[in-house]
Structure formats: structure tokens, C-alpha cells
């Protein structure tokens, strides 16, 4: 494998976690850890974040950093996991729309969807209000090549804001951060251009995996309207949001969240 893959162990069929912008695969907690309990669990570091900055993620050489494509990078992905098939992907937040394009290019590789404070559509549109605004989106941008590393805790502070616990947790996440090396700018920019330009809203409905869509009820980065948009649009899908949290229900609820998951995988 050329991506950084944590393998947190568990038998049956796996559970692949894709991590949120900025982040890396060991963000997600001591959550991984008790569910693969239960189950086969494994968590990515995308192109260009975490132990996977500077790896070469091509087949005959060069350094294949994360594409604004949203489509190049699911390939990779796809290609990146061949074998491991049926998949569960669990994506959060960028990881999220990744995870939907997967499934929709690759079914017959991803079983079950799981998609954490989740959108189809990141950036507000004139019939899409439940989403941040365009502008703001673009100030992130300018920023990120000014103050690098700054912006990325100010996107912290953002996921976390109004959830339980926010000051506790912001400080884990914050001490976190960082515990795999800063991520490529490269791809930090990639990945607002995917954010920027990304809107699922149509495809919706040809998504026919089983899905459980999980939301904060405070989440103010990918509102609640949004995660009920999602499952009232996906055919077997069906949402479950937890009252007390923001932007990192993993976090913030392990307990609530890992239950969610395992009822979802064992039904």
C-alpha cells in the first residue's frame, strides 16, 4: 500500500474511515479502537496529509499528491483498497463527499456508507441555504497561503464550536493535529477546491448502498438540514443525530457514535 493505512485490527469485513480537511487518519480518537472490537477497522491518511505526505501514490513513479479531481482521488482511493472488497467506507466531512462519489463509481466495492457530519454541497447556494457561504470559503483559501498553519486551528475552533465539552476537546484535537507531521499545502488547497466546487444534491438518489448518516444536532460547519437532506435523498439511507454535538460527534460522544455504527454493521 502506498497511502499510510492504520490498521486497528477486528475480523470481518472492514471499516475504512476517511478523515475531514486538514486532519489525518489518527484524528478520529480512541472511537476506532473500541469498534474494532467489533469489527475489522482501518483508517487512511489521504494524499498529502498525515505519514502519507510525500509518498509516491503512482504506479510508476512520481509524487502523486491529492487532486483537486474529486474523481482522480477516488480512483486512487478505489485502486489504493482492490481486494478488500465489500467495503463499509465511513467518510467525515471532505471525507464524506468522498465517500459518496466512491460508492456511486465503484458499487460493487462499497458495500455500506457511513457519512459523519456530512454534505452534498459545502458551499451555500441560491437553492441550497444549509451551507457556508461562498465568500467565507474563499477568505479560508487566501488565508491558508498567508497564515498556514493558523487557518488550520481556526478550522479546529469551527468544527468544534457549540459542542459539549468544546474547550476540552479543541485542545485534544489541537495537540493532535500535528502528531503526523504538518499536511502538504498542496493538497490543504486541493482539498478547498474540492469543497468549493462539489455538489452531489443531483446524484443522490442513484446511491442505493445501505447508508446511516450521522449528524451533530450543533454542527455549524455542515448543519443539521443538510445531513436531512442527505437522508431523505439516498433510497436506503437514514440519519441519526446525536443532541450535544458539533462538527466531531466522534469525540465529543465515542460512546453514542460507536453504538451507531455497530447496530448499522450488524443489522
Given at each position: 500500500?502506498?497511502?499510510?493505512?492504520?490498521?486497528?485490527?477486528?475480523?470481518?469485513?472492514?471499516v475504512?474511515?476517511?478523515h475531514?480537511?486538514?486532519?489525518?487518519?489518527?484524528?478520529?480518537?480512541?472511537?476506532l479502537?473500541?469498534?474494532?472490537?467489533?469489527?475489522?477497522?482501518?483508517?487512511?491518511?489521504?494524499?498529502?496529509?498525515?505519514?502519507?505526505?510525500?509518498?509516491?501514490?503512482?504506479?510508476?513513479?512520481?509524487?502523486?499528491?491529492?487532486?483537486?479531481?474529486l474523481?482522480?482521488?477516488?480512483?486512487?482511493?478505489?485502486?489504493?483498497?482492490?481486494?478488500?472488497?465489500p467495503?463499509?467506507?465511513?467518510?467525515?466531512?471532505?471525507?464524506?463527499?468522498?465517500?459518496?462519489?466512491?460508492?456511486?463509481?465503484?458499487?460493487q466495492?462499497?458495500?455500506?456508507?457511513?457519512?459523519?457530519?456530512?454534505?452534498?454541497?459545502?458551499?451555500?447556494?441560491?437553492?441550497?441555504?444549509?451551507?457556508?457561504?461562498?465568500?467565507?470559503?474563499?477568505?479560508?483559501?487566501?488565508?491558508?497561503?498567508?497564515?498556514?498553519?493558523?487557518?488550520?486551528?481556526?478550522?479546529?475552533?469551527?468544527?468544534?464550536?457549540?459542542?459539549?465539552?468544546?474547550?476540552?476537546l479543541?485542545?485534544?484535537?489541537?495537540?493532535?493535529?500535528?502528531?503526523?507531521?504538518?499536511?502538504?499545502?498542496?493538497?490543504?488547497?486541493?482539498?478547498?477546491?474540492?469543497?468549493?466546487?462539489?455538489?452531489?444534491?443531483?446524484?443522490?438518489?442513484?446511491?442505493?448502498?445501505?447508508?446511516?448518516?450521522?449528524?451533530?444536532?450543533?454542527?455549524t460547519?455542515?448543519?443539521?438540514?443538510?445531513?436531512?437532506?442527505?437522508?431523505?435523498?439516498?433510497?436506503?439511507?437514514?440519519?441519526?443525530?446525536?443532541?450535544?454535538?458539533?462538527?466531531?460527534?466522534?469525540?465529543?460522544?465515542?460512546?453514542?457514535?460507536?453504538?451507531?455504527?455497530?447496530?448499522?454493521?450488524?443489522?
Amino acid at each position: 500500500m502506498n497511502l499510510h493505512v492504520d490498521d486497528y485490527g477486528g475480523s470481518g469485513a472492514p471499516v475504512l474511515f476517511l478523515h475531514g480537511w486538514g486532519m489525518h487518519g489518527g484524528m478520529w480518537g480512541g472511537a476506532l479502537a473500541e469498534l474494532a472490537k467489533q469489527t475489522r477497522v482501518l483508517a487512511v491518511d489521504l494524499p498529502g496529509h498525515g505519514y502519507s505526505v510525500g509518498r509516491d501514490l503512482s504506479r510508476h513513479g512520481g509524487d502523486v499528491r491529492i487532486n483537486p479531481d474529486l474523481h482522480v482521488l477516488v480512483d486512487q482511493l478505489a485502486t489504493q483498497f482492490s481486494g478488500l472488497e465489500p467495503l463499509t467506507v465511513c467518510g467525515w466531512s471532505l471525507g464524506g463527499q468522498l465517500a459518496l462519489r466512491w460508492a456511486m463509481r465503484y458499487p460493487q466495492q462499497v458495500q455500506r456508507l457511513v457519512l459523519v457530519s456530512a454534505t452534498p454541497c459545502f458551499v451555500r447556494q441560491a437553492d441550497w441555504p444549509c451551507a457556508m457561504a461562498a465568500a467565507t470559503l474563499a477568505a479560508f483559501s487566501e488565508a491558508l497561503q498567508q497564515h498556514y498553519l493558523q487557518t488550520l486551528r481556526r478550522f479546529l475552533s469551527l468544527q468544534l464550536r457549540g459542542s459539549e465539552q468544546e474547550r476540552e476537546l479543541l485542545a485534544a484535537l489541537r495537540g493532535n493535529l500535528l502528531s503526523r507531521g504538518e499536511p502538504d499545502l498542496s493538497a490543504l488547497q486541493a482539498g478547498l477546491d474540492i469543497l468549493r466546487d462539489c455538489d452531489l444534491r443531483a446524484a443522490l438518489p442513484d446511491i442505493r448502498q445501505p447508508t446511516l448518516v450521522i449528524a451533530g444536532v450543533r454542527d455549524t460547519l455542515t448543519p443539521l438540514p443538510a445531513a436531512q437532506f442527505l437522508a431523505a435523498s439516498m433510497p436506503n439511507a437514514r440519519l441519526a443525530a446525536i443532541e450535544g454535538a458539533a462538527h466531531a460527534p466522534f469525540l465529543s460522544h465515542p460512546e453514542t457514535f460507536v453504538k451507531l455504527l455497530a447496530d448499522f454493521l450488524h443489522e
